[in-house]
């Protein structure tokens, strides 16, 4: 069984991040080969993640699912003060499922996380409001991904993917969340069968969080798109 993880987000006019707010990868594999996944199979998930191309290199059946857990240590400063922040643990599921339709149409679907950060000073010595942007902040990016591979010879396969996601974020002020649907398009080419070359575009994601902070001091929580 594999272990995995989401990241979490922090934003405002004191913010405190993580990490970066996407994942180069799924799975602690594919994360731990640098984003390599585009060209390199690992397991279902990251396969449909990566690139859905490298699905026609599955021969059967392939089911594949696993859990990260996160754990950041991150210690904010504002106003004189310092504190480590509350929120210490994250854990997030990831599932795949791959199935060859034919010798030439793949299918695949899986489910992860992909994104977010987050931080928690609300009950610490760190001097900020409590409902001000950068005191708490939690954003959580799910995503699902139906997707098809067509082998076109032994060395070429092309695939296609929908992104279909989720979006949650909280400011402080409650939780506002959103829906996005992207595409992706996958292309791998096997050079021989030790090296393979893969490229994958993805469409960006347009979240649209309702009344989320108040970022301009007039007592109005704003939207935010991210």
Request: glycine residues 12%; proline residues 4%; contains cysteine.
């Amino acid at each position: 069984m594999r272990k995995e993880f989401l990241l979490f987000f922090a934003f405002g006019t004191i913010s405190f991040a993580t990490n970066g707010d996407f994942l180069i990868g799924v799975g602690a594999v594919s994360r731990g080969m640098g984003g390599v996944g585009i060209a390199t199979v690992t397991n279902a998930d990251s396969t449909i993640f990566s690139n859905p191309a490298l699905m026609t290199e599955y021969k059967k059946a392939v089911f594949s699912f696993g859990g990260t857990l996160f754990m950041p240590h991150t210690k904010g400063y504002a106003n004189g003060t310092s504190a480590t922040s509350d929120a210490k643990y994250f854990a997030v599921p990831s599932i795949g499922f791959i199935y060859p339709m034919s010798q030439k149409w793949f299918f695949g679907i899986s489910a992860y996380g992909i994104s977010g950060m987050g931080v928690d000073y609300r009950n610490t010595n760190v001097k900020c409001n409590p409902t001000s942007p950068g005191c708490y902040t939690n954003f959580q990016t799910m995503e699902v991904a139906p997707s098809l591979a067509y082998k076109v010879n032994e060395k070429l396969s092309v695939g296609f993917g929908l992104d279909l996601s989720y979006g949650a974020l909280d400011l402080g002020a409650g939780l506002s969340s959103d829906y996005a649907v992207g595409v992706q398009v996958g292309v791998s080419y096997k050079v021989n069968p030790t090296f393979t070359l893969g490229a994958v575009i993805k469409s960006p994601l347009k979240f649209n969080f309702a009344r989320v902070g108040d970022f301009n001091g007039d007592g109005i929580l704003d939207d935010m798109t991210l």
